[in-house]
């Protein structure tokens, strides 16, 4: 996996208002912590950040924290983050200082290629996670894993016992966990068939009309 360098500033800890007065400004509060060292409040704007985290292993990269006054980078990954749910705007990270000689178990993206049988024949292709968790020196953290589907038929599935992990990197994951497999392709006769039976077993469906007695037409009126 490539390094990437991120330059922080460091911020003034404070409560609500003082984050909110950043974000305001297009900064972004977090925290470096992890390996002993004292909590670092610090403070990065978002074209920094975005850039940082623009290569292929995205969110999941090895980042180099340069800190000011410390002589040389922090490694680093992105530990969290927190999203504005309104507004869909990062609001604060967390960077996690990890040692580059020592394994670490974290996330890596999925990616599937290949053409799959399986949609020509009309079946359709799932993907049934976007990201794994693996165990491996830092330097040997791959950024994505690429999962080949080209023998993918309809019934198909790939699970993580399936896929031969990367040099040096380990599943930290379950083994049976299905990344990617092809579906039977669903008619509407399917679909209305499995609506009519989640209504009837949530007792929705329809009763039956029920006849008068003497027949279906309804009594004449009285004159």
Do not use: C
């Amino acid at each position: 996996m490539a390094e990437t360098t991120l330059k922080i500033q460091p911020r003034t800890a404070g409560g609500s208002t003082a984050a909110t007065a950043l974000r305001r400004q297009g900064l972004v509060p977090g925290i470096l912590y992890g390996r002993g060292r004292e909590p670092y409040p610090f403070q990065i704007d978002v074209p920094t950040l975005r850039q940082a985290l623009s290569g292929d292993a995205g969110r999941h990269a090895v980042l180099q924290v340069t800190v000011p006054d410390e002589a040389t980078a922090t490694p680093a990954i992105l530990k969290d983050y927190q999203l504005d749910p309104v507004r869909d705007r990062l609001t604060h990270i967390d960077l996690l200082a990890i040692s580059m000689t020592e394994s670490i178990t974290t996330l890596v993206a999925v990616h599937l290629h290949g053409e799959a049988p399986g949609v020509d024949q009309g079946g359709v292709l799932e993907q049934a996670i976007h990201e794994v968790e693996v165990s491996a020196l830092p330097g040997d953290l791959p950024d994505a894993v690429e999962v080949d589907v080209s023998s993918l038929n309809i019934g198909d599935s790939i699970r993580l016992a399936d896929i031969t992990p990367p040099a040096g990197v380990a599943w930290a994951a379950d083994p049976d966990t299905v990344v990617a497999s092809i579906l039977q392709p669903t008619t509407m006769e399917q679909i209305e068939a499995e609506q009519a039976a989640e209504a009837e077993a949530a007792g929705l469906a329809p009763a039956a009309a029920e006849e008068p007695e003497g027949g279906s037409e309804a009594p004449a009126p009285a004159e």
